[in-house]
């Protein structure tokens, strides 16, 4: 086998360069079948089939071949009967020479039909074959041009969506900007909005202190005045004592000479009297200081007050704070306790 190859190979390829030569020599299909069949049974020694021309030549319809190659083998007969019937032959060699042709005439159109038909058939199989991919053919161009239909609206759907698309990002583009310069506006507010604010804490800072400072001043005084008035009220009491004991020595030196004192008696009465007036002005007086104590404990809570109340709103107000502290009264039971100071 690997020695038949090598023959077998050169062969083909120089039949194939025999029919190429034939195909340019001999345009005809018929004339270049019938040199065909002529190449492969006296040259190549093989017996020429009609499949086996169709696959050689490729030209013109199936039975083209088979008709040809009946012509062949007719006139292959005729030419054989022709040198038979020689008259230089014996009877018996003509004889035999004729049944060798008549055996391999009739084993050739067997073959023949034989290809035929197997040729019918193959060309059969591939027209079904062919009709089949034709079919799958259309359906395949069926489904690709309802693919392409809908690329087709799928590309002007995305066209549109595109433009849409453009339309909806310049103005996003504008608003953008907009947006930028309103921000813009309003980082520049909040910066004024800021400085204010700083400004109003430093200035209700300032007044916050100023009304601490007033606050403890006003404490600061009211505390001084009730130690004014207790130490006047103190400073009554021990007069008043004195004036009482001196009554009562006057009494008993009213009882020792009550003629002889009945004039100073009389005065010291005046005294007592006097100086009782003065110790109920003086309770008066207490009276008016801690009636003042109370009114400026309640100031001072109502600055407290006022004072919470104005940190509240620190983080919220533009203008500073105000608070105004009402001016503080002298008690009228202070000037009446200063002017009665002096004796009557």
């Known amino acids: 086998m690997p020695d038949a190859l090598p023959a077998v190979q050169p062969d083909e ?81 003509g004889a035999a020479a004729g049944e060798l042709v008549a055996i391999l005439w009739t084993r050739a159109t067997a073959s023949a039909e034989a290809a035929l038909d197997a040729l019918r058939d193959e060309v059969e199989a591939q027209r079904v074959e062919a009709q089949q991919a034709v079919v799958a053919a259309r359906d395949e161009l069926g489904r690709t041009e309802t693919a392409l239909e809908q690329r087709t609206a799928a590309l002007l759907a995305a066209q549109v969506e595109i433009r849409d698309l453009d339309r909806a990002h ?46 403890d001043l006003a404490e600061d005084r009211l505390r001084a005045a009730e130690k004014r008035a207790l130490l006047e009220i103190e400073r009554e009491r021990v007069a008043s004592a004195r004036l009482q004991k001196e009554l009562v020595a006057t009494t008993r030196k009213g009882e020792q000479g009550e003629t002889r004192h009945r004039s100073e008696l009389q005065a010291v009465q005046a005294q007592l009297a006097n100086a009782r007036h003065q110790a109920g002005v003086l309770e008066g007086s207490l009276v008016a200081v801690r009636d003042a104590s109370a009114g400026y404990a309640q100031e001072l809570g109502m600055l407290r007050q006022q004072m919470t ?30 002017s009665a100071k002096k004796p009557g």
Request: with cysteine; charged share 30%; proline share 5%.
């Open 13 to 93: 390829a120089r039949l194939a360069a025999e029919i190429d030569s034939l195909k340019v020599e001999f345009p005809r299909t018929r004339e270049l079948y019938r040199e065909v069949c002529a190449l492969l049974f006296f040259r190549f020694g093989q017996t020429p089939t009609a499949n086996r021309l169709y696959q050689l030549v490729r030209r013109g319809s199936m039975g083209t071949p088979a008709a040809v190659l009946g012509e062949f083998w007719a006139e292959l007969r005729e030419k054989s009967r022709l040198r038979i019937e020689h008259p230089d032959l014996p009877a018996d060699l």
């Open 309 to 338: 109340g104005a940190v509240a709103p620190r983080s919220s107000g533009r203008k500073g704070v105000s608070v105004t502290v009402p001016a503080r009264k002298q008690p009228r039971a202070t000037r009446k306790a200063a």
């Open 170 to 215: 310049a103005e996003g583009h504008a608003q953008r900007q907009a947006l930028g310069a309103e921000l813009a506006r309003v980082q520049a507010a909040l910066a004024a909005r800021e400085r204010e604010l700083v400004e109003a804490r430093e200035r209700f800072s300032g007044e916050l202190e100023k009304l601490r400072a007033s606050a």
